[in-house]
Nanobody, 126 residues
Framework: VQLQASGGGLVQPGGSLRLSCAVSGRTGSNYVMGWFRQTPGKEREFVSVIRWSAGDTHYADSVKGRFTISRDKAKNTVHLQMNSLKPEDTAVYYC????????????????????WGQGTQVTVSS
């Protein structure tokens, strides 16, 4: 499995960005994809994930109502639309992939993900 992330950049507070992550390889059909983020000196934190087959979505409380995760089945790509961005959203965002089913209570735990993208910088600053 390979993950190719794109998007990110510099945006002013209140602005929007969209991240994308394309998956290739032998994925099966029960996988979960999404995003975590990390700032210097801090642990990686959960942002949002989507179950590929069922389409259910999950968000960190800090991004609910501002971020939307979606999937494009034809392109094997997950998108993260980030609106109303705040300076505290500044981080390196990592695309994450888990091959098999996972219970909801574990979705936000990075140790349960099998593959990671290269990371893309998101900077929210005036």
């Amino acid at each position: 499995v390979q993950l190719q992330a794109s998007g990110g950049g510099l945006v002013q507070p209140g602005g929007s960005l969209r991240l994308s992550c394309a998956v290739s390889g032998r994925t099966g059909s029960n996988y979960v994809m999404g995003w975590f983020r990390q700032t210097p000196g801090k642990e990686r934190e959960f942002v949002s994930v989507i179950r590929w087959s069922a389409g259910d979505t999950h968000y960190a409380d800090s991004v609910k109502g501002r971020f939307t995760i979606s999937r494009d089945k034809a392109k094997n790509t997950v998108h993260l639309q980030m609106n109303s961005l705040k300076p505290e959203d500044t981080a390196v965002y990592y695309c994450a992939f888990r091959m098999n089913r996972i219970v909801n209570t574990a979705l936000a735990m990075d140790q349960y993900y099998d593959y990671w993208g290269q990371g893309t910088q998101v900077t929210v600053s005036s």
